[in-house]
């Protein structure tokens, strides 16, 4: 534990569902003592969405909210109770990051917004990653990772050419560039605060980070006024750029094809190309691009995917297979070697997979320290080893409701 590079950090964390809570649990990997504070009355969205252990739903149950929060703490506190706001405060006199991605202006009805924290801890890291930042006029918007994706226009391009936009098929903009933006910015500040011993707010605007994702259209436009319009798979760049179908139900190859080298192999490797046409000509390519892609499917429509994979990977072109869950986690050499799929003791889950952190260090390696909290799990544990909350008084607190 003291090995970890961020053993001995503290975070109050307010945040919930996906983003906020895969920030945190960034941070958790490396060893923060992530402290999630929690509700009863308002469950995290996460803790009641499927899929849930045996099909059976419960607060404890989503595999979802585990794969979010592992190795944080769970404390329960009605912050409509002025006690539970009091023993927040008493928690982020000793943290070092409070964090929250709710609407602007929800922290300071609770007494917990900025400046409230400041004057508990006045060099407070606190992170606000509301949907579009804290002012402006459509700051106090609610939105999720599908509304971010439609403002920003990652849905405008995301899509085959003649449908309407389809989006990713799941929220990306909470899985990737906002958590990992939120978590560099938390880095950022903590190292600041060593060299000056200096807090600071960090305004985090969701849309902003995902607008980061669409450089070749920004640029296409702002340089030459031309929209960026749905493209499906194709590349305009590339020889062939496509999923096609294989043996087999619902098994597809992701293929990319863009030297001529590649394209020899290609052919060698998966014998000639129907349709009467020359397709080793770009400009007919071009011109028959529906026919093309056509024929490459009955290429492919009876060949094993995996097969598929090796085969033009051993000749330099890039393959991938389009796998399932049951592929990555049981068949998937790659994942398997690198340890990334761990199995921890749930309570009431029991043995359940998680993902490992994506990066490994030779010194300081992250790791799971423990399954996702229980609702309320560690409440009793916080409030008596760092709230000096004695077994009278949280007797007493807990009558009152103060830990619903």
């Known amino acids: 534990m003291s090995a970890l590079p961020l053993a001995g950090i503290r975070v109050t964390d307010f945040t919930w569902i996906g983003a906020g809570s895969y920030t945190t649990k960034l941070l958790a990997d490396f060893g923060a003592d992530i402290i999630k504070i929690e509700t009863s009355t308002r469950l995290d969205t996460l803790r009641e969405t499927a899929p849930f252990r045996d099909g059976k739903p419960g607060v404890n149950r989503s595999g979802y909210f585990a794969d979010r929060n592992a190795s944080k703490r769970s404390i329960t506190l009605n912050l409509k109770h002025p006690d539970a706001v009091k023993l927040a405060h008493k ?54 990772g599908l509304t971010i994706g439609a403002l920003t226009g990652l849905q405008h391009l995301a899509g085959p050419v003649d449908r309407p936009p389809v989006g990713t098929g799941t929220n990306y903009p909470d899985h990737v560039p906002n958590p990992c933006h939120a978590a560099f910015a938390l880095l950022a500040a903590l190292y600041h605060r060593k060299k ?16 980061a994702l669409l450089g070749p259209a920004i640029i296409d436009y702002t340089a030459n006024g031309r929209i960026a319009q749905r493209r499906g798979n194709d590349d305009e760049n590339a ?76 000749r330099g072109v890039a393959a991938g297979m389009v796998q399932n869950a049951r ?6 050499p790659q994942f398997a ?30 790791q799971l320290r423990r399954p996702a909290p229980l609702l309320g799990q560690h409440t009793r544990e916080i409030c008596r080893d760092l709230l000096a909350v004695g077994d009278e008084d949280f007797a007493r607190l807990e009558a009152e409701g103060v830990f619903k």
């Not at 129907?274 to 080793?280: A, D, E, K, L, T």
Request: hydrophobic share 35%; proline share 7%; glycine share 8%.
């Open 239 to 314: 020889i062939l750029h496509g999923v096609y179908p294989c043996s087999g139900k619902d098994r597809w190859i992701a293929v990319s094809v863009h030297s001529p080298q590649q394209w020899r192999a290609f052919i060698e490797l998966l014998g000639p190309i129907p349709g009467g046409r020359n397709w080793n000509d770009a400009a007919v390519r071009r011109e028959y691009r529906s026919e093309f892609e056509q024929a490459i499917c009955e290429v492919t429509r009876n060949r094993d995917a995996r097969d598929i994979m090796r085969v033009l990977q051993g």
């Open 337 to 366: 070697h690198r340890g990334h799929w761990v199995r921890l003791q749930h309570p009431e889950m029991g043995r359940s997979v998680y993902n490992a952190p994506p990066m490994r260090f030779s010194e300081t390696p992250a």
């Open 196 to 211: 000056t011993g200096q807090g600071q707010l960090i305004d985090f605007a969701q849309t902003e980070p995902t607008i």
């Open 91 to 144: 928690l982020v006199a000793q943290s070092d990051i409070v964090a929250n991605n709710f609407t602007p202006g929800t922290m300071e009805k609770l007494g917990l917004g900025y400046q409230d924290v400041l004057a508990v801890r006045p060099d407070i890291i606190y992170l606000a990653m509301s949907m579009q930042g804290s002012t402006g006029p459509d700051a106090n918007y609610v939105g999720f």
């Open 327 to 332: 592929d990555l986690i049981d068949q998937d």
